[in-house]
């Protein structure tokens, strides 16, 4: 049974946030990349009101959107997902890598290169690896047939 965006909005149990229909098209969160679930209106705003204190910040949030944004441009997540073949939906495969860029930039072998200004030149925005043998083990690491 498909749900009626008339009268639901979509679930993130990982985000703890509710989203309209129209906002992720394809099922996943637009924020974590996870599925959502189809909840009633005032399930979603009585969950929303609880989970206000457990929300993550929205400067958090966007800076995860731009690191996804960067390494996936020009197509390179797609690309990293025909050869690794993960075996999990793409949504969720972009997730896990971004997760693993973050902790890679926290541990200092990943470092993302953000204009201080915006900028339309998209160049000035990438990726750079200072240990680029680190993130081969660990993205392989990361999908390896036992994990």
């Known amino acids: 049974m498909t749900a009626n965006p008339t009268k639901t909005y979509l679930w993130c149990t990982k985000c703890r946030r509710s989203f ?6 394809n099922n996943a969160c ?4 996870d599925e959502l679930h189809a909840i009633g209106k005032w399930s979603a705003l009585a969950r929303g009101i609880m989970a206000q204190e457990l929300a ?3 400067i958090k949030t966007k800076h995860r959107q731009i690191i996804r944004m960067i390494w996936t441009r020009n197509g390179m997540g797609e690309q990293y997902y025909r ?13 896990q890598v ?3 860029l973050c902790r890679g930039a926290d ?13 339309d030149d998209e160049s000035s925005y990438r990726l750079e690896f200072d240990d680029e043998d680190r993130f081969i083990a660990e993205l392989t690491a990361l ?5």
């Open 143 to 147: 999908f390896s047939p036992a994990n």
């Open 56 to 58: 993550p910040p929205e």
């Open 98 to 100: 971004t997760d693993l």
């Open 83 to 95: 050869v690794l073949l993960p075996g999990i939906p793409y949504n969720r495969f972009e997730a």
């Open 20 to 25: 309209r229909h129209e906002d992720a098209p």
């Open 107 to 119: 541990e200092g072998w990943a470092r993302f290169v953000i204009p201080a200004a915006p900028s």
């Open 30 to 33: 637009p924020v974590c990349g």
